[in-house]
């Protein structure tokens, strides 16, 4: 049943396990494919990213277990990328130079008018301080800002998989349930996946909520809009934990065919392939 998966952490960042149990996991769930992500390192220390130092121990670590588990499952190795300003993002050398299949582009840190970097990928009760606190309770200026680094981010390029777009969504909800059903809100999620269809990349549909809130990212409610607009998509878990790999799979890939999609994309002996939706 499209048993793949892209999106995944390890203990290189803020992943809860080593590397290679994600993988063993994976093969004992009869995965055909899986890729690591782990958050690229970025300009600064941060209490997820992995730190620069740790880049090379990382790809080699892929490579061993690539060669190791060969014949049982496809490795294919990745980062996932914050966009965070015109100097740091997926299309830099540094991160275009390295030996990666595939790589995530992905917005978790804003900037607060004065000018200090804010990490909105918290939980909705944290959410609702940094807003009042950072923002002056302006969510309107906070969700333009975070439009805007995402949708500079697809013009920057240099990644293949946009990472769980319009993930404010649900915190913005929980401050307001009824922001994300407005007109500006509506514009700005409609012009970003237009652009981000113009441009061709893969739209993830990232399952790591459903579980707990079942909710994805992007809102099931924005798939039809996706199909409208010719987005290839790709169901990934944002594992942080081994035995989460697969959460949320069945329940998306639904939503996706009742949304009007046939298939998904998986990456098929090193090349991205479209493939049909399997619900048995």
Known sequence: ????????????????????????EAIRQGFSAYGISSHAP???????????TQMY?????CQQLKQKYAGQIELYMGLEIDYLNEETHPATDYFR?????????????LYNPQGERVDVDVTA????????????GDVEALVRQYYQSMTRMLERGGFDIIGHADKIHYNISCYDPAIPGQPWYRELVCSF?????????????????????GIFYPSVQDFPLLHSLHIPVVVN??????????????EALTSLYQSGFREVMEIRQGEWTSVA???S
């Open 237 to 250: 878990s944002d594992a942080h934990y081994p035995d989460r790999i697969n959460s949320g799979r069945r």
């Open 57 to 61: 121990a990382y790809l080699r670590e």
């Open 97 to 109: 130079s390295l030996p990666l299949d595939y790589r995530i582009g992905s917005v978790h840190l």
């Open 1 to 24: 049943m499209n048993l793949t998966n892209y999106h995944s952490h390890c203990s290189f960042c803020d992943g809860r396990a080593p590397l290679e149990e994600f993988i063993c």
């Open 193 to 213: 996946f237009h652009t981000a269809a113009v441009k061709g990349y893969i739209a993830e549909i990232n399952t790591k909520a459903f579980e707990t809130f």
């Open 125 to 136: 009760d944290k959410f609702r301080i940094l807003i009042d606190l950072h923002f002056q």
């Open 277 to 279: 939706i399997d619900l």
């Open 42 to 52: 970025l300009p600064f220390s941060t209490r997820w990213s992995m730190e620069s």
